[in-house]
């Protein structure tokens, strides 16, 4: 999957600041995030993968958007079959964590949860602390101290000039 081409192409139409809460930084700690949570729990890393970059791409604001998430599901559907290769039963686990990735759920689909969790362990960046019962997982729960420190720092992955060139 060629991350760096799909960056491109969602960057032009992500509104908000590149580097702000809901931007590239927060994409690649939550890419950093979900590929650990897989190595432990064997989650689909190519669909992490995705949501880490999708999830958040349609955001209209950085405050209440409820909505975004459709949003996000929406415009990997646009680059189906050219930028996003998934199967038929990969991209509907895609569509499902990004659609309801803000609705609080912890159950489902073990890719599923490691993309929600890979979102919510990021959530110290804006003071909110991470809750036990809002972590579907106990992989990304052992997580929490390293990503919260990294959360809370604002760390920018090195993937996001090296790779991507942002
Ligand atoms: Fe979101
Ligand atoms: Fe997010």
Redesign the pocket.
């Known amino acids: 999957m060629d991350t760096t081409a799909i960056l491109k192409e969602l960057l032009p139409t992500y509104v908000l600041p590149i580097r702000g809460i809901?931007g590239v930084s927060h994409w690649a700690r939550v890419l950093e995030n979900g590929l650990r949570i897989a190595e432990v729990t064997g989650a689909d890393i190519e669909v992490v993968t995705l949501f880490a970059l999708f999830?958040?791409c349609r955001?209209a604001n950085d405050g209440r958007?409820p909505d975004?998430?459709r949003r996000?599901a929406e415009r990997a559907e646009l680059l189906r079959g050219s930028l996003v290769r998934l199967s038929s039963a990969q991209f509907d686990l895609l569509s499902e964590a990004c659609r309801l990735?803000?609705d609080g759920l912890t159950e489902g689909d073990p890719t599923v949860q490691a993309c929600w969790d890979a979102?919510r362990l990021d959530l110290p960046r804006v003071n909110i602390e991470l809750k036990r019962r809002l972590i579907c997982t106990e992989a990304a729960w052992e997580l929490r101290d390293w990503a919260r420190a990294r959360a809370a720092d604002r760390y920018e992955p090195g993937l996001v000039t090296q790779v991507w060139g942002v």
């Open positions: 809901h999830h958040d955001r958007d975004h998430g996000g990735h803000t979102d």
